[in-house]
């Protein structure tokens, strides 16, 4: 089998939280971790190394971003969290900066290199991430609400007792304060949620709240997120490596949006393969509005 390369750009806790949950997966694949600080990247790498033993198909090794050759995905980490008082637009001017300088140090790229973004506010820097490219749309995406779907359907899991991977349900719209959960799309054993025996409305305000509210909570008490993002990002690897096709949200190009934002698509060994348009009642079609408008500010403001 092929070995697949895939490098990872910024070796922070995200960065290598990734890397070391594509090992666990047991990808035959070369992980190749980069970072402006070599001390913090080659660090991470010894102790990576470490884990091999019981991961027999990966390997992984710190190089330069010039030493990068023809990667088939590029995991984009690096650029900095946002501080305490910080507004989402001086976040994006920062990381896009950072963004763009590694794409065109990457250059030139493979023509079927798909890269993924996870850096924030991620709608906005992977549409720059793909214009500074030049890549194909469908070969650039951002993580979006994947991660904030999948705490959605834990909370519902959790007042059901049913398997998460037996419950559909999105968040959608922005990776942001405006994302919402498309309740009218969302069903158990074919039956809309919303008709759910013992599913109340006050239960689906409580699951939408808390899966947007989760990513807070757990800065607050830790500082950062990095497990449920890292392992998320494995598994998008996974689904292009051996082209599963798996039908899950990301942020993605809509030309009729111009913008990149999330809604549930295909995902397979050629990266985004088309999106799939669910019913929106009129109060989702609101929602998504605002974050179409959230984002499209966010974008013209830099």
Same mark, same amino acid.
């Given at each position: ?10 070796? /922070?806790?995200? =960065? ?8 666990? *997966? ?14 913090? %990247?080659? /660090? ?14 990966? *390997? ?6 010039? !030493?990068?050759k023809?990667?088939d ?6 650029g ?9 637009t ?17 250059? @030139? ?13 991620? $709608? ?9 490219? =030049? ?8 993580? &979006? ?8 359907? &834990? %909370?519902?899991?959790?007042?059901l ?11 959608? =719209? ?15 054993? =074919? ?5 759910? @025996?013992? +599913?109340? $409305? $006050? ?6 709240? !808390? ?9 607050? #008490?830790?500082?950062?997120?990095f497990? &449920? ?7 998008l690897?996974?689904? +292009? ?18 913008? #990149? +934002? ?14 799939? $348009? ?10 998504? !509005?605002?974050? +179409? *408008?959230?984002?499209?500010e ?5």
């Open positions: 089998m092929k070995q697949t390369k895939i490098a990872i750009i910024g070796a /922070g806790a995200v =960065g290598s939280t990734t890397a070391y949950a594509l090992m666990l *997966k047991n990808i035959v694949a070369e992980i190749q971790l980069v970072d402006i600080n070599e001390n913090r %990247c080659k /660090g991470e790498v010894f102790d990576l190394s470490d884990a091999l033993s019981f991961c027999s198909t990966s *390997k992984i090794k710190n190089v330069s971003i010039k !030493e990068l023809n990667p995905i590029i995991i984009i980490t690096a900095i969290a946002q501080k305490p008082g910080q507004t989402r001086e976040l994006l001017l920062i990381n896009k900066k950072i963004v763009t300088s590694i794409i065109n140090d990457l250059k @030139p790229l493979d023509k079927k290199t798909i890269i993924i973004v996870v850096t924030n506010p991620v $709608d906005a820097i992977t549409f720059f991430a793909q214009k500074a490219s =030049g890549l194909p749309f469908n070969q650039v995406f951002g993580t &979006g609400t994947l991660l904030d779907s999948l705490r959605l359907r &834990g %909370c519902i899991q959790k007042k007792s049913i398997a998460e991977e037996s419950i559909h349900a999105y968040m959608l =719209g922005e990776h942001g304060d405006s994302q919402f959960a498309a309740w009218s799309a969302a069903y158990i054993a =074919g039956i809309p949620l919303q008709n759910f @025996p013992t +599913i109340s $409305d $006050d239960d689906l305000h409580q699951f939408s709240t !808390e899966a947007r509210q989760k990513a807070y909570d757990i800065i607050k #008490y830790k500082g950062s997120t497990f &449920g993002i890292a392992t998320c990002v494995a598994t690897c996974q689904a +292009i490596i051996f082209n599963q096709k798996i039908i899950i949200p990301l942020s993605i190009f809509v030309e009729k949006f111009k913008i #990149y +934002i999330s809604l549930p698509i295909v995902l397979g060994n050629k990266g985004i393969e088309k999106i799939i $348009d669910i019913p929106l009642n009129k109060l989702e079609k609101k929602q998504l !509005e605002l974050s +179409i *408008k959230t984002i499209q966010m974008i013209n403001m830099t």
